[in-house]
């Protein structure tokens, strides 16, 4: 489940939604960003799993509100449930979660914090534009929470040590991980983290480390 796939690997989205004209308008979305991406849907939770198992996507696009199984009642505590799971059975799983309740998913800030692909929300009355940017940014590995998911700032020690290392010291990535006796794949991690807690994320024509530097800076996390 890498983050990047190869020209001879094409991209592995499945959509768990049972919502018709739902997956109908996304389906139709994604063709026109990744038209050579291959596509499964399910439509409740118990077949999400297996497909995964079976599959093996590089991105899973998850409905908050969805049946275990054909039948029964759609409820947003079995769309948690199984994000939980997908966390910690596939770490490395970029997640898209479309919901209109993403209030809900404050009780899984722990999983988010440590999950190492991307994870992004993205709010089903929001433009479908504003959607495919969610799902650019977690195939990129990003981490995306809304506000109301962020009542306060909530900086790690870790991530602390790599703002001072980078900014105050001027170190590169590889020096970053050397010092802090990490992987360098680990200080990236930990920038996507910083950056989701400072509300910086990426835009056209801005550096995202120079902005990241400034937030930080305002937030008085750096001298």
Not at 97 to 105: K, M, Y
Not at 156 to 181: G, T
């Amino acid at each position: 489940m890498s983050q990047s796939t190869s020209p001879d690997q094409p991209l592995k989205i499945i959509i768990i939604d049972d919502h018709e004209l739902v997956l109908d308008a996304t389906i139709s979305a994604l063709k026109q960003r990744y038209s050579n991406a291959e596509m499964i849907t399910v439509q409740n939770s118990r077949d999400g799993l297996e497909k995964i198992e079976q599959w093996r996507p590089d991105l899973a696009i998850v409905d908050l509100s969805m049946p275990e199984a054909i039948g029964e009642i759609a409820q947003t505590r079995t769309g948690i449930q199984l994000l939980k799971t997908l966390m910690e059975r596939y770490p490395r799983l970029n997640i898209v979660v479309q919901s209109a309740h993403a209030r809900s998913l404050a009780q899984l800030k722990s999983a988010i914090s440590t999950h190492e692909g991307g994870f992004t929300i993205a709010d089903k009355s929001m433009p479908m534009r504003e959607m495919l940017t969610k799902v650019d940014w977690a195939l990129q590995g990003l981490i995306f929470t809304p506000k109301e998911m962020r009542h306060r700032l909530e900086i790690k020690p870790e991530w602390l040590e790599v703002l001072h290392l980078a900014f105050q010291e001027s170190l590169q990535d590889k020096a970053i991980a050397e010092r802090m006796h990490i992987a360098e794949r680990t200080v990236r991690h930990y920038w996507t983290k910083i950056q989701d807690a400072l509300d910086v994320y990426p835009d056209e024509g801005i550096n995202i480390r120079v902005q990241t530097e400034k937030r930080a800076r305002e937030a008085g996390l750096l001298d």
